[in-house]
């Protein structure tokens, strides 16, 4: 295993500047996750610690070594493509060693690593058959097995699940799970699922538009997101957003909310958006808040009840409790503690507002 370090990194496609100043420092052994929307660069960062694209400027570090300028396979990395981009004609095992034969390593070296790999992958069957006599999710197999054959000390993986149903993506999430457990390799992982994201990393890259948001462990980025945008990509139903000011009083005031703000408390007069995640949101008979329920999405163990409040939208989540129907009145409470506070100009969280130093939601 090794480490990687990306030092003020620049990437231009087609003259247009995809990656722009970009710092990350990936630990040794850790699994790091690369979130964010469709074309924000996460691919064509990974391709550039691969080695398939040009840096245009910063450096590339792998394992302590300058790889920079270095020919992709002299980096130690295995990579895993969304595409299995399996060979149609040879089998399991052929495929899985392809690249160590054309590296020329012995037979019994060969034997070794497929063997070791097949295991972790449950692919000890199926060594003898062909890519079109697999399901998706045992090709998908086979292409992790190749890139693992390599006994990289980083492996990076490009959306690997995305083209599987539900189910298997469930299963084979597990599995990477516990592979990375068992090989202790540095693994870097790029999604737009924040699901996959949440249960995978051990940090977190928000990225947007070539540029990170924040890192942070999955409870890091949930619970204390950097800024609005981070705040709406993870968590679904998402965040709920109210528009208010900071009275002077020093309370945040907007849509008939009012909430004290404890300790440091941002200026006065400054436009602010509170962050509510539904789940933080519960009924409360008698509770300070009133509103009228819109719409009711039973999830199975449990249910998103979208509310209308004074002509806000608010989602929560609820488990158990009353049977709700649309047009219900539903008195509500929102845990004060554990809100976000953002600067509505600049989009960052209030660092000083911090969920400990909410005291109360009034009406
Ligand atoms: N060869 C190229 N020339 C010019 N622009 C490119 C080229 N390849 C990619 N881009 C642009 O770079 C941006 C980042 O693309 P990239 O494939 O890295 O996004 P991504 O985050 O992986 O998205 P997705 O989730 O859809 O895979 C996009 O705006 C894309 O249009
Ligand atoms: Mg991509």
Redesign the pocket.
Same mark, same amino acid.
């Given at each position: 295993m090794a480490n990687v370090s990306l030092k003020n990194l620049d990437i231009t &496609? @087609?003259g247009?500047a995809?990656i722009r100043n970009l710092d990350l420092e990936v630990e040794e052994g850790e699994f790091l996750v690369l979130l @964010?929307?469709?074309?924000? @660069?996460?691919?064509? &960062?990974l391709h550039s610690i691969a080695g398939l694209l040009d840096i245009s400027g910063g450096s590339i570090a792998i394992g302590g070594r300058d790889m920079s300028r270095t020919d992709p396979s002299e980096r130690g990395i295995g990579m895993v493509f969304q595409s299995y981009a399996l060979y149609p004609t040879m089998t399991v095992e052929k495929n899985m060693s392809f690249g160590l034969r054309i590296a020329g390593a012995a037979k019994g070296e060969i034997k070794r690593r497929v063997g070791r790999a097949a295991a972790m992958l449950h692919l000890d069957d199926l060594l003898e058959r062909k890519p079109a006599a697999l399901s998706g999710g045992q090709r998908q197999r086979v292409a992790i097995g190749r890139a693992l054959v390599r006994e990289a000390g980083v492996y990076l993986f490009d959306?690997p699940l995305s083209n599987l149903d539900a189910k298997l993506r469930t299963d084979l999430r597990r599995e990477l799970k516990l592979l990375h457990r068992q090989l202790g390799a540095t693994m870097i992982y790029?999604t737009?699922d924040q699901v996959e994201a949440m249960t995978l990393a051990s940090r977190i890259v928000v990225m947007r538009s070539g540029q990170i948001q924040q890192v942070g462990t999955p409870g890091e980025v949930y619970d204390r997101p950097a800024n609005l945008f981070v705040a709406g990509f993870l968590g679904a139903p998402a965040m709920n957003f109210v528009d208010g000011a900071i009275d002077a009083d020093g309370m945040f005031s907007g849509s008939g909310l009012r909430l004290a703000l404890g300790e440091t408390v941002p200026a006065p007069g400054g436009k602010a958006v509170l962050g509510v995640r539904p789940e933080h949101i519960s009924l409360a008979p008698g509770g300070p808040l009133q509103g009228r329920v819109t719409l009711v999405e039973p999830m199975g163990a449990h249910r998103v009840v979208w509310l209308d409040c004074g002509g806000i939208e608010l989602s929560c989540i609820l488990q158990g409790g009353r049977v709700l129907a649309p047009d219900d009145a539903v008195a509500f409470a929102i845990d004060a503690q554990r809100v976000s506070l953002f600067d509505a100009d600049s989009g960052k969280r209030f660092e000083t507002a911090g969920a400990s130093s909410m005291l109360a939601v009034t009406l």
């Open positions: &496609l @087609g247009n995809i @964010g929307p469709s074309g924000c @660069g996460k691919s064509t &960062l959306e790029v737009h």
